[in-house]
T-cell receptor, first 113, second 113 residues
Framework: ETGVTQSPTHLIKTRGQQVTLRCSSQSGHNTVSWYQQALGQGPQFIFQYYREEENGRGNFPPRFSGLQFPNYSSELNVNALELDDSALYLC????????????FGQGTRLTVV | GNSVTQMEGPVTLSEEAFLTINCTYTATGYPSLFWYVQYPGEGLQLLLKATKADDKGSNKGFEATYRKETTSFHLEKGSVQVSDSAVYFCALIPSGGYQKVTFGTGTKLQVIP
């Protein structure tokens, strides 16, 4: 059984650019959530996908968008990058949208310069 | 809305000392409560959880009891090791609805030999 994997591990982008982050959920999991963790802070919920549909969203602007594919892997897209988007982006997967346990990946460290 | 408050760090302890990290929460109903650990440069690992009042979660010598009357979920360990040095996050998932994990700001623990 493989865990949650994210790619890339590190990324540097320029302000105004667009970025795509990827996540492969743990085998058998159909729910993926994305979190943003700024330096020295706790993770903040961005959104959740269940069976390819977004079914929950945190307080993030529309330039943060996502996709979930039939194999339950997921992408997080961020347009018009801002310096404050620099953070660790974490993906979590679980079985079912109301499951009480989420398994996290190692994260993607995004730096916007 | 839901929120988690945990004691500010950093917490510095000598090896074999007793550890307590305080955590209180605000949420309606009966949320599920968690402690996650984050080692330097890594993602989040689930340390322990409790899904109903008076439950005790435990793992690797760490324990926490779900106290509904005081809305608390304090983390304890009887004898810490250098390898326990990490950032610890208290978190909750609300009852019902989709799975959005709300995290505290994290408490950094440093254990010195």
């Amino acid at each position: 059984e493989t865990g949650v994997t994210q790619s890339p591990t590190h990324l540097i982008k320029t302000r105004g650019q667009q970025v795509t982050l990827r996540c492969s959920s743990q085998s058998g999991h159909n729910t993926v959530s994305w979190y943003q963790q700024a330096l020295g802070q706790g993770p903040q919920f961005i959104f959740q996908y269940y069976r390819e549909e977004e079914n929950g969203r945190g307080n993030f602007p529309p330039r943060f968008s996502g996709l979930q594919f039939p194999n339950y892997s997921s992408e997080l897209n961020v347009n018009a990058l801002e310096l404050d988007d620099s953070a660790l982006y974490l993906c979590a997967s679980s079985l079912g949208q109301r499951n009480t346990e989420a398994f996290f990946g190692q994260g993607t460290r995004l730096t916007v310069v | 809305g839901n929120s988690v408050t945990q004691m500010e760090g950093p917490v510095t302890l000598s090896e074999e000392a007793f550890l307590t990290i305080n955590c209180t929460y605000t949420a309606t109903g009966y949320p599920s409560l968690f402690w996650y650990v984050q080692y330097p440069g890594e993602g989040l690992q689930l340390l322990l959880k409790a899904t109903k009042a008076d439950d005790k979660g435990s793992n690797k010598g760490f324990e926490a009891t779900y106290r509904k009357e005081t809305t608390s979920f304090h983390l304890e360990k009887g004898s810490v090791q250098v390898s326990d040095s990490a950032v610890y996050f208290c978190a909750l998932i609300p009852s019902g609805g989709y799975q959005k994990v709300t995290f505290g700001t994290g408490t950094k623990l440093q254990v010195i030999p």
